[in-house]
């Protein structure tokens, strides 16, 4: 079993909009999911065969609609029950666009916060791997998944997060961080073209506390550095993508799974870059084809170097 941390979840509302412009009026109807990065990678990993319990806060009538969505799925809800409102995320695809409204999160109070430390100290020994993702609501502190790191000690988390947070989360030696390249560039502030750049700065990103680091480069597949400095060179087939938001959260999702059975490096990255594939091959965030998985496993290639 896997536990899944989702701080700032959200129901993600996506309208297909063929014609969408920024001034016209649309009639469409929502598809609604259990959104936020930790529930993404929770329902991928339900579609592997993992058990999950998820945790982070809940409120409100939204807190109860997601609540219902991952008890369906058999994912464990482990959530926190706050006193405000879940926010809601809308994505409105268009020909070839795609305009998103985040809403922030409403603030938690203090003992809301207090209660889910609590929750997380009294329980993480139960699971070996534990998956920490995405933004946090108003009232968490800066420092929150050092802290999380921190009591989960030797455990292994994987922590998929940006910015500040990511920076400030390193420091508690997280198993995993998986950036993008973007990500990676902004954290080290400067722009990495070549393969050599990306693994320096994956190097440098180690460096600063983090046992393992896993770079996905979209199309281009992967750069993994492990414990031992060991660098893998991930490379995948193409594909025709059709909506690859998600497909971070899948990538992790597979690496968790694998890790979480003791698989080796190779075989994890092979299920990991498959399940984002999959993931980018199907319109849904955060949704994954076992058979497709199955057909591109073969066809990736890791390469030590
Ligand atoms: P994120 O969603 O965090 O930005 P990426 O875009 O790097 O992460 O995607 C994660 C993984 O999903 C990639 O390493 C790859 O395996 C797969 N993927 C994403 N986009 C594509 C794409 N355009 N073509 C093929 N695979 C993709």
């Not at 001034?23 to 339900?46: C, D, H």
């Not at 969505?69 to 029950?81: H, M, Q, R, Y």
């Not at 800066?142 to 400030?168: H, M, N, P, Q, W």
């Not at 690859?244 to 799974?257: C, E, K, L, P, R």
Request: proline letters at 3%; one cysteine or more.
């Amino acid at each position: 079993m896997i536990l899944t941390i989702t701080l700032n979840p959200a129901i993600d509302v996506r309208y297909k909009i063929g014609n969408f412009d920024i001034n016209g009026v649309f009639r469409g109807k929502p598809a609604k999911t259990a959104g936020g990065k930790g529930l993404n990678v929770s329902r991928v990993l339900r579609t592997l065969g993992e058990e999950v319990e998820a945790s982070g806060f809940l409120g409100g009538n939204s807190g109860d609609w997601i609540s219902d969505e991952i008890a369906n799925i058999g994912i464990k809800d482990s959530f926190i029950k706050t006193d405000v409102e879940t926010r809601s995320c809308i994505a409105i695809l268009g020909n070839g666009t795609q305009t998103e409204i985040l809403e922030m999160g409403e603030k938690i109070s203090e003992n809301f916060v207090e209660e889910f430390l609590e929750f997380f100290r009294n329980r993480f020994d139960r699971f070996e791997t534990i998956c920490i993702s995405g933004s946090v609501p108003e009232g968490v502190q800066e420092d929150i998944y050092k802290v999380l790191c921190e009591i989960a000690g030797k455990k292994k988390v994987i922590l998929d997060t940006s910015g500040r947070l990511l920076l400030k989360g390193i420091e508690g030696n997280p198993y995993l961080v998986k950036p993008n390249k973007e990500e990676l560039e902004g954290l080290l502030e400067r722009e990495l073209i070549t393969f050599r750049e990306v693994i320096e700065g994956a190097k440098e990103l180690k460096n600063k506390g983090c046992k393992n680091v896993l770079v996905s480069l979209g199309k281009d597949g992967a750069i993994f550095i492990d414990e031992s400095e060991k660098v893998y060179k991930v490379s995948i087939p193409k594909i025709d993508v059709k909506n690859s938001v998600g497909s971070g959260d899948s990538t992790i999702a597979g690496f968790a799974y694998a890790i979480n059975r003791n698989k080796t490096p190779e075989e994890a990255l092979k299920l990991a870059m498959a399940c984002g594939m999959s993931n980018a091959m199907i319109d849904e965030t955060g949704k994954i084809d076992l058979n497709v998985v199955e057909e591109f496993l073969p066809k990736i290639e890791v390469e030590k170097l």
